[in-house]
């Protein structure tokens, strides 16, 4: 398929395919030939939507984050699946292309959210693409959705008040990512009181960043939390309720809880589906579950 010209879209001269990058369908045909579903896994992308554009950052690449539609056809299942691609206008491709592949062991990423290959190529493009949760700046993506999050569950199960509080499930679910810089989850918990008997499900925000960028948000809403509590400001900011690395990565997560206090908390009942299944889950403990 022949590339469109897309209008108001920039060209570059060291770099000619971005104009075929840039046009959906040519897109939607090209990862429908390119991208290698999961071992034993057969899946099928029905749409490509061109999502957020950075050209020309660094320099010499341009960094393309597509949203595809992928359905099972074994459950009929339907999800959204994020993708970015890679163009580089210095000619290093192939050697990016192996540091890449490299990574991908350390990273941790769980067999139930693999949809495809983590790292692929497109020969005809020279395009480099990663699936998400794959990130070479966020390495540590892999291990929050596979629910490597010590230290966390005690500062949740806090907001519960007095009773013997113990976590019987946990769903994660990504709702928003930026390639390279950060990624957001809901992070829904299923606690029972052993001493009432009673359930009750509470949800929070997980923010993963590069560096110690979490950390800084972090303090930053303590800040502005602390002011609104002196009362010098008619507006409240939600402080967050932990931050720090993530287990053997050296990344930073800044959770932050959500500003609705009777909607935080309900009593238990069958976790919804997300909304947000940017990627695929099987059932258990940590997961997110694509909705049809």
């Known amino acids: ?47 490509c939507t061109p999502f957020r554009f950075r050209c ?5 690449r341009h960094v393309l984050q597509y949203t595809l539609r992928i359905k099972e056809p074994s459950t009929g299942r339907s999800w959204d699946q994020w993708v970015t691609c890679l163009l580089y206008a210095d000619g290093e491709t192939s050697r990016r292309l192996e540091e890449m592949k490299a990574l991908v062991h350390d990273m941790k990423i769980p067999e139930s959210s693999r949809t495809f290959d983590p790292v692929g190529f497109i020969p005809n493009l020279q395009m480099l693409v990663e699936v998400f949760p794959y990130d070479r700046k966020l390495r540590s993506l892999g291990r929050v959705v596979g629910g490597e999050l010590q230290g966390l569950d005690q500062p949740i199960l806090s907001q519960l ?11 994660i679910e990504p709702t928003r990512y930026r390639t390279e810089f950060a990624a957001a989850f809901r992070y ?27 950390i800084e948000v972090s303090e930053i809403l303590q800040s502005l939390s602390e002011i609104r509590h002196g009362g010098e400001s008619q507006y409240s900011v939600v402080s967050s309720l932990a931050s720090g690395p993530v287990s053997g990565v050296g990344k930073s997560f800044s959770p932050r809880q959500v500003v609705m206090p009777p909607t935080t908390r309900y009593p238990s009942r069958d976790l919804r589906r997300g909304r947000a299944g940017n990627g695929r889950g099987r059932a258990g403990a940590n997961t997110w579950r694509p909705q049809t």
């Open 1 to 47: 398929m022949r590339a469109r010209i897309v209008a108001g879209f920039p060209e570059d001269p060291d770099v000619p395919q971005l104009s075929a990058a840039a046009d959906p369908q040519v897109m939607l045909e090209t990862f429908r030939r390119h991208l290698k579903s999961a071992p034993e896994e057969i899946y099928r992308i029905e749409n």
């Open 56 to 60: 020309r950052q660094s320099g010499s």
């Open 161 to 171: 008040g007095p009773g013997d509080w113990r976590i019987e499930q946990r769903t």
């Open 188 to 214: 829904t918990i299923r606690a029972h009181d052993a001493l009432s008997e009673s359930r009750e499900d509470v949800r929070c925000y997980l923010k993963v960043y590069r560096k110690e960028r979490g």
